[in-house]
């Protein structure tokens, strides 16, 4: 197997956890406030990247500076946002359906991309959103002019990554990956904390809570592994393969949310709902294709 080979298993596998967490998680929030579990869930994440550097990164020389930490938070409220609106959401959607609604900041990013770094879409993106936003209609409105509450939690949340995901281009270049998605993981935790203790009721929560096993799954599976080692996983494996590839892969991501959902909590999408989510898919697909690839076909079909 070749290295190339080895990264796309590995970052399938990351697409795999973090939609698998979808379920994990709307089992969870059942128990625990959805701010109060996301606070717990990156504290634990934030503490494992603090012991990573402090064990096996202090022989680096890369400074924690204002710059830095300015980024850092930065980056984490905007994560924060999409993570805090995608699990308030959970408790109105399906998280087949969330799944596949929080894809859509692949098709987003580019459209963010031209407003804040005047980086022009393609045709590619330009198509793929098209596609994305008929499905994400079929997906969502189940025969009725009324959409889900739940469904416009989570697609502000696709609004909150797809911001994230332009402002780590943005930054990433900049300061080590590792320090800059610590402190925004730190960050993400301060602010679930901070808006559980006005905006939920901790009153309700007991000993016996804390101690269900749905919760303490949740948290170690999203902590440990959908955060932490998917980090790491990521960081390592990204630089043999391509960005383009990168994508296509982590488009999975709600196709394996759909497929998690289906067999862990018997969720079944309606005949509509599924073309849906296979347009949706469809536009992710569409919008993060080389333009060189349509150019390609023309000039084959042109011959």
Known sequence: MTLQQKADVSLLFVAFVWGATFVVVQNAIVFLPPLLFNGIRFLLASLFLWTWLFLFERKRKDRIDRE?????????IWLFAGYALQTIGL????????????????VLVPFFSFLLLK???SINALLG?????VGLYFLTMNGSMSINKGDLFVFFCAISFALHIVLTGKYASRYSTLSLTTIQIQTVAFLCFLFSLFLEDWKTLSYSLLLQLEVWTALIITALFATTVAFFIQTN???????TRVALIFAMEPVFAALTAYIWNDERLHHIAILGAFLIFLGMILSELPQNVLN????????
């Open 237 to 243: 494996f990204q630089k043999y393969t391509s960005p």
């Open 91 to 106: 408790l109105y959607t399906t998280s087949s359906k969330a799944g596949f609604i929080t894809g859509l900041s692949v």
């Open 68 to 76: 830095l930490v300015f980024a850092g938070v930065k980056l984490g």
């Open 129 to 133: 959103t098209g596609v994305a936003a």
């Open 119 to 121: 980086q022009k879409p």
């Open 296 to 303: 390609k076909n023309k000039s084959a079909r042109g011959l």
